[in-house]
């Protein structure tokens, strides 16, 4: 069964950091591209970035470029956000998607997502 956990949501001040985690099992890690998506109160879903299954090509969406960063440690299972700078358009529930199709690239369509975290909650705000 897959099972993808997230961790890490907090409430933090703007111009703070946060790191998100993503704990996978079930599938072969390390062979399949990962993202995250985030979700604002009363709005739509957000593709955030992607990042392919060895690592080295990540992509963002503009609002978090230079400010988010996707990584992933295929020896432990896990997906990694850090966010810095944070601001309180940030404020959304974050989750750790995968797929079986290659979603690492820039605005992945949603119907490429097979499977999806239950979501880390993040609030910035003072």
């Known amino acids: 069964e897959v099972q993808l956990v997230e961790s890490g949501g907090a409430l933090v001040q703007p111009g703070g950091s946060l790191r998100l985690s993503c704990a996978v099992s079930?599938?072969?890690?390390?062979?399949?591209?990962m993202s995250w998506v985030r979700q604002a109160p009363g709005k739509e879903p957000e593709w955030v970035s992607s990042?392919?299954?060895?690592?080295?090509?990540?992509y963002y969406t503009d609002s978090v470029k230079g400010r988010f960063t996707v990584s992933r440690d295929n020896a432990k299972n896990i997906l990694y956000l850090q966010m810095n700078v944070l601001k309180p358009e940030d404020t959304a529930i974050y989750y750790c998607?995968?797929?079986?199709?290659?979603?690492?690239?820039?605005?992945?369509?949603?119907?490429?997502?097979?499977?999806w975290g239950q979501g880390t909650r993040v609030t910035v705000s003072s």
């Open positions: 990042i392919n299954s060895d690592g080295d090509y990540t």
């Open positions: 998607i995968t797929g079986r199709r290659h979603i690492a690239k820039m605005n992945p369509p949603f119907h490429e997502f097979d499977y």
């Open positions: 079930g599938f072969t890690f390390g062979s399949y591209d």
